[in-house]
């Protein structure tokens, strides 16, 4: 028996590739930044939580009692990722004038139906930032005498305060670094608000008491509280996009460092959490996927062309998760059939087959190793996709392919055991004709072919095309018609 490969996972913190050591023995605890809910979703933000679902995925498949929490902002993200800008809830709720409560709610359940849609797996918690401004509170009150300064517009944290600040971004922290708006009288360019008082006159729509007056709590300071409230310090795994190495996280661990050597933990090294991890973007040609920017694709637009969402995860698991994906209506076809031929190949496990098959238990114990390897060297799912496809195309008896498919796709999450060829065929939402007026033109159509009249057959297959039906004889897939 091959010993199984070391989980082996890529740590920005240290930029390299690191074998994973649990803080607590057999756990692995997992904080993953969630979405600010003040619009819909685009693709790109969900490959932040198809990675993050892999790898707790992975985490269960290598025997780690997983926790993951991934949360929830419905306060303090602004418009900028540094101090400038409005709050991008009260924004949007002025435009739509709407109640930010019930912004965040449509677009909370939003991004839930695309992580259902996508089959990621519930974590064991969504913390919703407004539920915990008393903890927000607490812990700034907590390092506000050592490492804050209080300014008229909020209590900013002083990042001299902490060893080595930026380390993650590798940035510099100079002054006049172009990066971070200036906000008169911060005494470093990089120090953050951890709390942004309600300018004077003014009321916003989610304002709390606070020791600094009237407020709201800074976007970090939520990630920070929000992790260590349910994980503890440290815990083991930190997710976010890459857009979060710059910033965000910096700020998070310069909190962290802050809260923990008050706690008497006295680590100046401590950042909250073991190890960093970052997925890379979605990319569209014209450059990154954004929701800021107005223009943004949904998996809602991408199911009402006609593909399965699950092609979208598939896109997602054939790009390693720290390369750049770039986004194509082509790629996402190709992506399509490859789904389509996993889901008929594991279809057809449930019948008799028709090559004479063997039991090779060392070909299968390669195998194993094969996609035990890949997935767990920093979560190489390209290679672990070809692995099942390769038990598939192979030669083992059916029942020995399924309890693969199963053991694989806990991993990979096709839901290849429940999808059905006709699920995967979605119709697209400018199509007028039903399902069941197809079936009944091609019934139609193969009684002419059978009785030789090609003449009524092309005519029924010209019917169909102009309604946007393609009909597709002799189909490798066996696909007998795809609505386009
Ligand atoms: N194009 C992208 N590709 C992959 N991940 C992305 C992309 N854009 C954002 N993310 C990630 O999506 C997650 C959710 O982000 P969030 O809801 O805060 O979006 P946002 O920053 O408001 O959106 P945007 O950056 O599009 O304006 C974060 O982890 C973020 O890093
Ligand atoms: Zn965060």
């Given at each position: 028996m091959e010993p199984s490969a070391p989980l082996t996972l890529f740590n920005s913190l240290t930029r390299r590739a690191e074998p994973f050591q649990p803080v607590h023995e057999g756990e692995a605890r997992v904080y993953t930044c969630g979405p600010t809910v003040y619009n819909y979703p685009h693709i790109g933000n969900m490959r932040a939580y198809v990675f993050a679902d892999v790898l707790g995925r992975t985490l269960s498949f290598k025997g780690y009692r997983l926790t993951h929490v991934i949360n929830i902002t419905?306060?303090?993200?602004?418009?900028?990722?540094?101090?400038?800008?409005?709050d991008k809830m009260e924004r949007m709720a002025a435009a739509q004038k709407q109640s930010i409560w019930d912004i965040a709610e449509h677009y909370k359940q939003a991004y839930w139906a695309d992580v259902r849609a996508l089959n990621i797996r519930q974590p064991a918690q969504w913390t919703v930032a407004t539920d915990y401004v008393e903890q927000m509170i607490d812990f700034a009150k907590g390092i506000a005498a050592k490492h804050c300064y209080e300014l008229e517009s909020g209590l900013y944290f002083d990042v001299s305060t902490v060893a080595d600040y930026g380390r993650l971004a590798r940035?510099?922290?100079?002054?006049?670094?172009?990066?971070i708006e200036a906000v008169e009288g911060k005494r470093n360019g990089a120090d953050f608000a951890i709390w942004r008082k309600t300018p004077p006159g003014e009321t916003r729509q989610m304002e709390w008491d606070s020791p600094w007056g009237k407020g709201a709590p800074g976007w970090h300071l939520e990630c920070s509280v929000m992790s260590g409230a349910v994980l503890g310090f440290p815990f083991d795994i930190h997710t976010g996009g890459?857009?979060?190495?710059?910033?965000h996280h910096p700020n998070e661990i310069a909190q962290n460092q802050a809260h923990c050597c008050t706690n008497g933990l006295d680590d100046a090294a401590n950042s909250g959490a073991k190890v960093w991890m970052h997925n890379n973007f979605l990319v569209e040609r014209s450059g990154k996927m954004s929701k800021s920017s107005g223009e943004f694709l949904r998996l809602q637009l991408l199911i009402d062309k006609g593909y399965h969402p699950l092609a979208y995860r598939l896109l997602c698991l054939q790009a390693h998760y720290r390369s750049e994906l770039e986004f194509s209506w082509e790629g996402l076809g190709a992506a399509l059939t490859r789904l389509k031929r996993l889901v008929m190949a594991v279809g057809k496990l449930d019948q008799p087959s028709t090559k004479k098959q063997r039991q090779d238990a060392t070909e299968l114990a390669a195998n194993r190793t094969w996609f035990e390897t890949a997935i767990s060297n920093d979560l190489n799912t390209p290679e672990a996709i070809a692995a099942l496809e390769d038990v598939l195309a192979g030669l083992q008896p059916n029942e020995v392919k399924r309890a693969i498919v199963e053991e694989y796709d806990a991993v990979l999450g096709l839901d290849l055991l429940n999808l059905t060829r006709a699920d995967l065929r979605i119709r697209p939402k400018s199509a007028t004709i039903t399902d069941d007026e197809i079936e009944a033109i091609l019934a139609a159509r193969r009684e002419a072919r059978a009785a030789k009249d090609f003449a009524r057959s092309d005519a029924l297959r010209d019917e169909l095309a102009a309604q946007g039906v393609e009909v597709m004889d002799g189909d490798p897939l066996g696909w007998e018609w795809k609505l386009g």
């Open positions: 419905d306060v303090g993200h602004l418009t900028d990722d540094a101090d400038a800008g409005e940035a510099q922290t100079d002054e006049g670094e172009g990066r890459i857009d979060h190495r710059e910033i």
